[in-house]
């Protein structure tokens, strides 16, 4: 299984950014998808995750101001983030979870400058 990230970058405070991950490869059910993220000297935590059903699970960080969804068709995950503050600076991560296994994507880094 590979993932494959893209949508990071640079954006002021205010500002929006939309993440999307791309799995490929082996796949026959793709269960939950997530975006984690991990700030310097941080540990790793979840910001969002949505199940095959379309529930979804935020951070309380980024309730009202994130909105994951996914596309089943495309095996893909998304993650438009909007009102971003410098707080959201970190390297975000794509998960899925196959068969109780876990996947993850290379990182994407987000800078958010004040």
């Known amino acids: 299984v590979q993932l494959v990230e893209s949508g990071g970058g640079l954006v002021q405070a205010g500002g929006s950014l939309r993440l999307s991950c791309a799995a490929s490869g082996n796949i026959f059910s793709i269960n939950a998808m997530g975006w984690y993220r991990q700030a310097p000297g941080k540990q790793r935590e979840l910001v969002a995750s949505i199940t095959s059903g379309g529930s979804t699970t935020y951070a309380d960080s980024v309730k009202g101001r994130f909105t994951i969804s996914r596309d089943n068709a495309k095996n893909t995950v998304y993650l438009q983030m909007d009102r971003l503050k410098p707080e959201d600076t970190a390297v975000y991560y794509c998960?899925?979870?196959?068969?109780?296994?876990?996947?993850w994507g290379q990182g994407t880094q987000v800078t958010v400058s004040s």
């Open positions: 998960n899925v979870v196959i068969w109780g296994n876990d996947y």
